[in-house]
């Protein structure tokens, strides 16, 4: 009981670490709180401060997700290992877009999520990742692609007939994901949502909105 505890309220402290800030501040002297969105996701830090810094924050995000969960499928009890697992899961999650460090503040739990996904269910990772970029391709937005991703996740934990603490997650996970972008939603059906730009964007003309690699209009985005 004690170790699960400890696992659990780790991964919370863990997820709740705000890389973009450590990272932005720390070394770019940039708060990304007061630029672009004012998000503390892995997009804004690409759009305000650039490729390396978004870089950065993406894998020490991502990590805050897999190091917890993986210790907790090897360390917690046999009998509970799949529930305190998921448990840890949710706490990173959490962690990450409710910061302890940030007043409840924080990013939209994507970068997290997919950490925790690796180390839960490495096979079903691969397909939402390759769904994740499918629709991010030809959408370029990171919230559409965010949010079918999250769809992709709960259907495929469902159809692959993972245990059940596992299919409560998928669908507790996908819950916050939507929630925590529901602005972004909102301009998705008025058709104003920002689009991010490729490299081999930038040979055609311009869409209104688009501003660079990672860039547009200011909107909250993981």
Known sequence: ????????????????????????????HIDVRK?????????NVFRVVG????????????????????????????????????????????????SIFLRGRGGKGVAAGGGAIIALMPLIFV????????????????????????LCFSAAVILSGQPLPYIVFALLGSAVIFYAHRSNIRRLIKGEENRVAFPWNKRRQRRPGDSGPLSGRPGRQE
């Open 1 to 28: 009981m004690l170790i699960s505890f400890i696992l659990i309220a780790g991964a919370y402290v863990l997820g709740s670490i705000p890389f973009a800030l450590v990272i932005g501040k720390g070394i770019y």
């Open 35 to 43: 630029a672009g969105s004012g998000n503390t996701g892995t997009t």
């Open 51 to 98: 490729k390396t810094a978004g870089t950065l924050v993406f894998i020490g995000d991502t990590f805050k997700g897999f190091i917890p969960v993986f210790l907790a499928a090897r360390l917690a009890p046999a009998g509970s290992a799949a529930l305190v697992a998921v448990l840890t899961a949710g706490a990173a999650i959490c962690g990450h877009t409710w």
């Open 127 to 150: 397909i939402v990742f390759a769904a994740f970029w499918a629709v991010l391709l030809l959408s370029r937005m990171v919230s559409a692609a965010s949010l079918l991703a999250a």
